[in-house]
Nanobody, 116 residues
Framework: VQLVESGGGLVQPGGSLRLSCAAS????????MSWYRQAPGKERELVAT????????YYADSVKDRFTISRVNARNTVYLQMRSLKPEDTAVYYC??????????WGQGTQVTVSS
């Protein structure tokens, strides 16, 4: 199983970024996916989740109405569209599978920095 995040970078407050997480090594459509983030000195926190066929999503209150999680199963990819970014969104963003084969799988993370 491999999860590779991309799309992070430096963006000004109010800007947008789209993160991607490319999956391989398993049947992507069989499992839900999530995005987490971890800011310096803070615990990792859940940002958003999406069910295996994308029919159900969940967002943390801090990102609701600004972030959108989506997936394209034909591309084995889950996305996180981030808009109206704030400095407090600065963190390393990780994608994660739901539990299968007895465990959850994590990507290596991508840095998002929101600063002027």
């Amino acid at each position: 199983v491999q999860l590779v995040e991309s799309g992070g970078g430096l963006v000004q407050p109010g800007g947008s970024l789209r993160l991607s997480c490319a999956a391989s090594g398993f049947t992507f459509s069989s499992t839900g996916m999530s995005w987490y983030r971890q800011a310096p000195g803070k615990e990792r926190e859940l940002v958003a989740t999406i069910s295996n066929f994308g029919m159900s999503t969940y967002y943390a209150d801090s990102v609701k109405d600004r972030f959108t999680i989506s997936r394209v199963n034909a591309r084995n990819t889950v996305y996180l569209q981030m808009r109206s970014l704030k400095p407090e969104d600065t963190a390393v963003y990780y994608c994660k599978t739901d539990r299968f084969r007895g465990r959850e799988y994590w990507g290596q993370g991508t840095q998002v920095t929101v600063s002027s």
